[in-house]
């Protein structure tokens, strides 16, 4: 993965941030800005179906980068049932 | 001893595999395994039980860049379905992953479908609404038992 994208580390289950430079998407136009100039904030939820972790970097108002790491616990289940000829 | 009414679990995992045809429509050109596909779609979508088949209509696309294809990306499949008790189950033996992803509206559920097979539906999965910039969207899979795994016939 590139090292402008933040990496969620399994083992830590948190996110370690790229050193430098972060990809970035400014009025439409993608870039890479330097982290130090952005506000880093990491958020996440639980609930029965999923497990959701994200990190954002903020310039101002704007959310100029977000990822998600998206667990889900369980998937479908189909229940097939034999007739009776009863 | 005594008989007991029962969909046998031989044949849930089999139907997992591809081996029995009830139908005539069934066209298969080997015996390796198709290729799965999954592909994310936005939230004003209407996929459910009635979805037949993959199709781009409100599937996600990029609002920067080309982190996400349309179609979707390959699901890994290196693991053959199997049962344990009563229950037949398979699940993509790889997370799923996009990277340097815009999303250009918010997305909720990813559909498995069959490229091999004409693009048919498998199964509709939902989570909560997302949004990426400039980002990774990672789905990681449930543990493959009978409890959890991401398709599951008992």
Same mark, same amino acid.
């Given at each position: 993965?590139? #090292? #402008?994208?933040?990496?969620? *580390? *399994? ?11 972060? *990809? ?14 952005? &506000? ?7 609930? *029965?179906? &999923? ?36 | ?9 031989? /044949?849930?995992?089999?139907?997992? @595999? ?16 198709? %290729? /799965?596909? =999954?592909?994310? !779609? ?15 209509? @409100? ?6 860049? $080309? ?5 979707? =990306?390959?699901?890994? @499949?290196?693991?053959?379905?199997? +049962? ?14 996009? $990277?340097? !992803?815009?999303?250009?509206? =918010? !997305? ?7 490229? %091999? ?5 498998? +199964?509709?999965?939902? /989570? ?5 910039? =400039?980002? %990774? /969207? ?17």
């Amino acid at each position: 993965m590139s #090292t #402008t994208q933040p990496k969620f *580390d *399994d083992a830590s289950m948190q996110w370690i941030p790229p050193a430098l430079l972060v *990809d970035a998407v400014v009025d439409g136009q993608a870039r890479q800005l330097s982290v130090g100039g952005l &506000e880093c904030v990491v958020g996440g939820h639980e609930n *029965d179906d &999923e497990w959701v972790s994200w990190i954002e970097y903020r310039q101002g108002e704007s959310v100029v980068h977000r990822s998600v790491r998206m667990h889900l616990k369980k998937g479908l289940l189909a229940e097939g049932a034999a007739a009776s000829f009863a | 001893l005594a008989n007991s009414q029962a969909m046998c679990t031989s /044949f849930k995992t089999e139907l997992l @595999n591809g081996i029995h045809a009830f139908g005539t429509s069934v066209v298969r050109a080997g015996t390796g395994a198709d %290729t /799965f596909k =999954a592909a994310l !779609f936005v939230t004003t979508a209407s996929l459910g039980a009635g979805t037949t088949a993959y199709s781009s209509t @409100n599937e996600v696309t990029n609002g920067s860049g $080309t982190g996400y294809t349309a179609g979707g =990306a390959t699901v890994t @499949n290196a693991t053959a379905p199997t +049962s344990s008790g009563t229950t037949a189950y398979w699940t993509p033996s790889a997370s799923l992953q996009w $990277t340097s !992803f815009t999303s250009a509206a =918010a !997305f909720d559920a990813v559909l498995i479908y069959n490229s %091999t097979q004409s693009n048919k539906a498998v +199964s509709v999965h939902t /989570f909560g609404s997302q949004s990426i910039t =400039a980002g %990774t /969207f990672t789905l990681t899979m449930p543990t493959n038992d009978s409890s959890n795994a991401l398709l599951r016939i008992a």
